[in-house]
Every structure is written in structure tokens, then in C-alpha cells.
């Protein structure tokens, strides 16, 4: 089906985030699903999910009848605003899942993230799909005694499980310094396994790849329930082998999956192009992403155009799991972020703040990612990346293929296929109980900062 061009449909879409303002073109919707359909495999979510997974599966099989159900536009969830880290980060440690699923697998799901970092790089330059790619690496800093400590801990905890200096280095203050130069760095951490993207170019453009293998994605037709063998949209209905459940943080509006997957706030903002004088003082020279070792989470990167993109949790979980378009703008904490990126680069202080919003990512009870399919109904499902999913998505979307095919693969013997985390608990519990973590992750980290600044005084005036 031909994407209608005609403006202002697609154009709204451009306040979604900064990487939706900057597509290049018209921004097109793709034409709803038509009445009821068969096809061999039906995905629901045009994210990146799905959208690697049909594009893996179609790989494999070109003659397979795929179709993306999506209730909005390709990327218009998490996949095409997020921070574009594309990382080997995974949302269970290495040790945990040594425990939890046996001695080497916390090694072989690292090998296969840090290979997924490869592999998105490998498939965007064969497609063509033009959305800034360039493994530049992390770089953590400490910059809190509490944070160094952490830091001392993690090289330690990595050093006793084998990965050396060429995967994770220490990095001392001025080595810290003059890769992210930032105020008051006591210390970091640099591991080569990351990129820098543009999401939504990748998203956009992935979808783009797909729908000229003969994919069909039906834009603007939301589903309503999902059962073996059929698909229930407002749209019609699609009847399948394979039913795939890719839908991440909005998974609660699927009926009777209201406690799988909850969607919690993710908000960033971006400041305007800044100039030479700027980078030459400040480095990130090889757009490496950047990170500090608080609890709740910032994450940072140099935009190809010369840009900070930087994010933060920090928005409230809210009541019943509700998603809605206005708490993809919350002042305050988008505020807090500003503060937080002018503490970090002080020469930002007057730089204007061009883009604010955020999005939903999802998160299981266990916070623990999965890929599977129940064999027996040919349901498959992936997600509950926390916010590592950028990646990940690519991992499941291989994964899921070599399932649905039926081909035992190192993938499918990964420790995170067919996982079963809980359901939440039903609210006000869920409620009561996301709150307060967020709330204590934020406190600890201000407690921390004070002790910091007063074991050396001045040391935040760089
Ligand atoms: C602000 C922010 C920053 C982040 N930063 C990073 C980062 O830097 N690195 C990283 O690795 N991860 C990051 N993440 C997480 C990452 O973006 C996600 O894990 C990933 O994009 C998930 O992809 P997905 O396709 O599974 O879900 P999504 O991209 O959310 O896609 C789900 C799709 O399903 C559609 N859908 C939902 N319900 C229905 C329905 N009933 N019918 C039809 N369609 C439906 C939605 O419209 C949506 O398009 C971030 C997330 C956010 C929000």
C-alpha cells in the first residue's frame, strides 16, 4: 500500500522528539489495514520489534506474508524517541544471570549484545539507511566518591569474569576529562560497545526496508486483542500462523495483558546546535554516549549535527499504567534535566533548549528482557527492555525469526528466550510501590551530591 504524502497527516508527528523534527521529507502515514487478511505471520507494533523482526524474517524467507499492525505511525512509541544509544547494555547483570540461569550464560547474552551493536551497524550501511550510526563507545563518569566507588566495583567485578581493558578501561580524572569534559570528574569508565543514532532515521528507514521486501504495514489501526491464530483490530481482522506481541510499554492496552509490560516515563531534551568553541573545550570528539554512576539514570549524546541529546528518568509512574500524550512534557522534570546537563557543562547555562519530550519504555516485574513463543499456540512476544531496548530489539527481532521458523540457533539457547517474569501487582500496589523506588533512587543520589561536594569543596566549579 502507497504512504499517503499529503501534509499535515504525517507532520504532527514531528513534535513526538527532536530526531521526528529533523526527518528529512514529508513525514507519510501508511494506509489502515482494509477489512479481514491472512497472512503467515501478523506483528503488532511498528516499532523497532517488529520491525526487525519482519525484517529478519523476510531475510530468511522471502516468500513469508508478513504483516505490521501499528495503532500510530512506524516509530511512534519509544523506538523513535529515545536517547540513540545503541549499546551492548542488557537489563539483567551478568552475574545475576549466571545465577539465575546457569554458569556462562551472563557471558554468552553479553557476547551476543555487544554482536548486536555490530550487527546494526552491518545492516544500516547494506540498507542504506542513513541515521548516523558511528560506534564512538561509552563513556561513564564518577563524579561523587560514591559514584568512583561504584565505579572500583564494577572494573573489579568485570576484571574477576574475564573482560579486560579493551572491553571495559578505568579511566582516570583527566582521561575521564578529556573525553566528556564535564565539572567535577572524579574518575570514569569507557567500554567501545556503543553507538550513537539517529532513532527515528533508524526506525523510519528500517520500516522503509521492509515494506519494499513486501511487507505490509498497516498504519493507523490499533488492535484490540491478540489469540492464537487471530488478531482482533479496529480495522478488521487478520487471521495467522504466528502471532507476535511487540508493543513494549503500551502492551496494557492489549486486552488481558494489563500486568505484563508497564509503561514508565523516559523524558528528554535537546539543546540547540552548539559551536566549535564549545567541542574544543568539552570533547566527546568521537560522539561517544555519556553517562554518570547516579541511580536514576542520565544519559547523554553529541548529535550529528552537533547537539546535546540528554535524558533522564525521573517522571512519575503513573496511576493504572495510563500513557498519554501529555506526560511526554512534564516542566519539572524537564527543568531538573536542564539543571542537571548545565551542572555537568557549565557553558551551557545560556544555550537555548530547542526540544523537550519523552515516551513511554517498558519494564516486567523481574526486570528482566525476554524473546519467546509458546510453541503450542504460536504466540510470540519480546520486550521489557527497560531503557536498553535500542539494540535489543535487533537481538530479538534474529531471535524471533530463528523461533518462528523453528531453527535451534545460539540464539534460541540464549538465557533470555522464553523467559516468564510475573505479573505486576494489580494498583494502588504498583502505584505505591514504583513511586517510592523512584523517589529513594533520586534521594540517595542528592545525598550522595552533597557529600560530594563537601569532601571537596569547590570541585563543581570547574
Ligand atoms: C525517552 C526514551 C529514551 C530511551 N533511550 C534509550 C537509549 O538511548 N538506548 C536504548 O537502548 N533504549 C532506550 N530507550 C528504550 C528503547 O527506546 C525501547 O526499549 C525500544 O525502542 C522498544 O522498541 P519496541 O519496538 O519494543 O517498542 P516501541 O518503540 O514502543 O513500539 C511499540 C509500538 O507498538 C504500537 N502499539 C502499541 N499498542 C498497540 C496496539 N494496541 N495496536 C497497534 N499498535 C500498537 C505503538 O504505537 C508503538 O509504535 C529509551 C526509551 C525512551 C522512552
Redesign the pocket.
Known amino acids: 500500500m502507497e504512504a499517503d504524502l499529503t501534509p499535515p497527516r504525517g507532520e504532527r508527528y514531528r513534535r513526538l ?1 527532536l530526531w521526528w523534527d529533523g526527518l528529512p521529507g514529508p513525514i507519510g502515514v501508511r494506509a489502515p489495514l482494509d477489512g479481514d487478511t491472512e497472512v503467515d505471520v501478523a506483528v ?8 526487525w523482526t519482519a525484517y529478519y524474517l523476510t531475510e530468511a524467507d522471502p516468500g513469508l506474508s508478513v504483516a505490521v ?19 551492548a ?1 542488557f537489563s539483567v547483570s551478568e552475574s545475576s544471570l549466571d545465577k539465575r540461569c546457569g554458569p556462562g550464560s551472563g557471558r554468552a547474552q553479553r557476547l551476543a549484545m555487544e554482536a548486536t551493536v555490530r550487527e546494526v551497524g552491518r545492516v544500516v550501511a547494506a540498507e542504506g539507511i542513513e541515521c548516523g550510526f558511528h560506534q564512538g563507545g561509552t563513556v561513564v563518569l564518577a563524579r561523587t566518591p560514591a559514584q568512583l566507588a561504584r565505579t572500583h566495583e564494577e572494573i573489579a567485578e568485570a576484571r574477576s569474569r574475564g573482560i579486560g581493558e579493551d572491553d571495559l578501561a578505568f579511566l582516570s580524572p583527566a582521561e575521564a576529562t578529556e573525553r566528556v569534559g564535564a565539572t567535577a570528574v572524579l574518575g570514569g569508565t569507557f567500554t567501545p560497545h556503543c553507538a550513537a543514532v539517529d ?1 527515528a532515521r533508524l ?1 523510519r528507514g528500517l520500516a522503509d526496508v521492509v515494506e519494499r521486501r513486501g511487507v505490509r504495514i498497516h498504519e493507523q ?4 486483542s491478540i489469540a492464537p491464530g487471530v488478531v482482533t ?1 479496529t480495522r478488521g481482522t487478520v487471521r495467522a500462523r504466528t502471532v507476535v506481541r ?6 496494557r ?2 486486552a488481558g495483558l494489563e500486568r505484563e509490560v508497564i509503561p514508565v ?4 531534551i535537546a539543546t540547540e546546535p552548539l559551536g566549535d568553541a564549545f567541542w574544543a573545550e568539552h570533547g566527546l570528539a568521537d560522539r561517544q ?1 555519556f553517562a554518570d554512576h547516579r541511580h536514576l539514570v542520565i ?1 547523554g ?1 553529541r548529535t550529528e549535527d552537533g547537539r546535546i541529546a540528554f ?1 533522564g528518568r525521573g517522571a512519575p509512574y503513573h496511576f493504572g499504567s495510563t500513557i498519554r500524550p501529555d506526560y511526554d512534557r512534564d516542566d519539572t522534570v524537564h527543568e531538573a534535566l536542564r539543571r542537571t546537563l548545565v551542572e555537568l557543562f557549565p557553558a551551557l547555562s545560556d544555550a537555548a533548549i530547542t526540544h523537550r ?6 519494564i516486567a516485574r523481574d526486570w528482566f528482557s525476554s524473546v519467546g513463543m509458546d510453541r503450542g499456540t504460536r504466540m510470540a512476544w ?2 521489557g ?9 535487533n537481538l ?1 527481532g534474529r531471535t524471533l525469526a530463528d523461533l518462528i521458523a523453528g531453527r535451534d540457533s545460539d540464539l534460541t539457547r540464549l538465557p533470555w528466550v522464553n523467559h516468564r517474569s510475573p505479573r505486576w501487582e494489580p494498583e494502588p500496589l504498583r502505584y505505591v510501590g514504583i513511586n517510592a523506588g523512584l523517589r529513594l533512587a533520586g534521594s540517595a543520589d542528592r545525598a550522595e551530591d552533597r557529600a560530594g561536594r563537601r569532601c571537596r569543596p569547590g570541585a563543581d566549579r570547574r
Open positions: 522528539s503488532v507494533g511498528g516499532g523497532l520489534t517488529g520491525l499492525l501499528e495503532r500510530d505511525v512506524a516509530g511512534f512509541g519509544a523506538s523513535g524517541r529515545n536517547g540513540g544509544w545503541c549499546s547494555l532513532p526506525v489501526t490499533e488492535v484490540t483490530t511487540a508493543t513494549e510499554g503500551y502492551t492496552t492489549l516515563y523516559s523524558l528528554m554516549t544519559y549524546q535524558g519530550w519523552g515516551g513511554p519504555l517498558g519480546a520486550g527492555y527497560v531503557g536498553d531496548g535500542l539494540s535489543t530489539t530479538a
